[in-house]
């Protein structure tokens, strides 16, 4: 069966649209389609309805990555059930999942980012929103490292 994957971030328009995209490119490479996907939401609604940060969008666009993806909240009746591994960006992202649910179940598939990274480098993916160019950069190294890890945990 497929494996899905939900990345979740604050506002769905810079962290989590990056990892969804940097993760199909994964998949794609290896030529993993028919076996995984991959969407994301945010905790808040604030952003519905609109593409992804076009500072982000341009970060993303110089290492290849389109930024297709339209903000939605998380919606805790469907996705909770339709997704294996729902995975924040922070300990905020994770601790709002955690409000969602209480169901051990749903609570097993949270996880956060960097728990799949390299080494122990990186704790979260910081809010690139009110910061500098770097920030944007830092978020699409983290991304790439964890996304990796992310694959060979799911092979596993
Ligand atoms: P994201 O970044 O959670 O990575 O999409 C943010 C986007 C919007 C806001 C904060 C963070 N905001 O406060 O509107």
Redesign the pocket.
Known sequence: MKKRVLFV?????????SAEAVFNSVIQTQGLEDQIECDSA?TTG??AGEPA?RR?QGHAIQRGYRLTSI?RPVNPERDFHDFDYIIG?DDNNVWDLKKMTSKPEEVRKIYKMTDFSSGNQYKLVP????GGEEGFEL?LDILEDSCRGLLKKMQE
């Open positions: 971030c604050l506002g769905n328009i810079c962290r989590s649209p945010g604030y952003h940060d982000m903000s960006m809010d690139p929103y009110y978020v």
